[in-house]
């Protein structure tokens, strides 16, 4: 029983490290090829571009990802590693691309039609990266120490993220979503949407909460 014991966690320890290898690899992968692409079509000057590429929350979710798992893969015990391979950190992360894959997919998908590389990299971007996470997190990622209380201090992210969107915009007149474009859909709406996407961040944190407890209960031994 032994042999069989040492095996699986063996298997287990292999199968995380190379999952969390092709994670990170896929992962910056698809940040530098965007980051290369919106270089070269860029429209204004390159620290602007830069600037702009930083602004769009499916970057700064997608970097966070690749950051968990490199994390992981290192293996240090430092603060940064240690705060980038929690439950709770992981979990918040994956509530974030999930909304890149669900929102991108279902609102921004038919708004344009890329080609090429940038084909490539939107589908990495959008919809491999998000789902390669939420597997991540469902096979590999504790969640018994999840609590209910969680969700609250994961909004801080996005909620940040947004007003530093509305400033931006308001001081240079780039938005990095049609739903957020106080210049062409008004502040009136644009506050509503804001409200609409933190409600889909709460719902959608409870959920991952709600789910990880449910496989930490069926998970646990019989009279724990």
């Known amino acids: 029983m032994t042999g069989i014991t040492r095996n699986n966690t063996s298997t287990a320890r292999s199968a995380f490290f190379y999952y969390s290898l092709a994670g990170a690899l896929i992962g910056w992968f698809a940040v530098i090829l965007q980051l290369w692409l919106i270089i070269v079509n860029r429209v204004v000057s390159i620290p602007e571009t830069v600037l702009r590429f930083f602004s769009y929350f499916t970057i700064l979710s997608n970097i966070l990802a690749a950051i968990c798992y490199t994390c992981a893969l290192s293996g240090r015990a430092v603060p940064f590693t240690r705060f980038f391979t929690k439950p709770a950190t992981l979990t918040a992360i994956t509530v974030y691309i999930s909304v890149v894959g669900i929102v991108y997919n279902i609102i921004l998908r038919s708004l344009w039609d ?8 939107d589908e990495l971007l959008h919809s491999l990266s998000p789902l390669l996470f939420i597997v991540y997190w469902l096979v590999f990622i504790p969640k018994r120490t999840l ?4 969700v609250f201090s994961w909004l801080l992210f996005p909620l940040v993220y947004l007003i530093w969107s509305i400033i931006h915009g308001r001081l240079n007149g780039f938005y990095p979503y049609p739903f957020i474009d106080a210049a062409t859909i008004g502040y009136p709406k644009l506050m509503l949407n804001s409200l609409i996407l933190l409600i889909a961040f709460l719902g959608l944190s409870l959920l991952f909460v709600g789910i990880g407890r449910l496989m930490s209960r069926a998970a646990r031994p019989a009279g724990e």
């Open 114 to 121: 890329p080609v090429g590389w940038q084909q490539l990299a």
């Open 147 to 150: 609590r209910w209380s969680d």
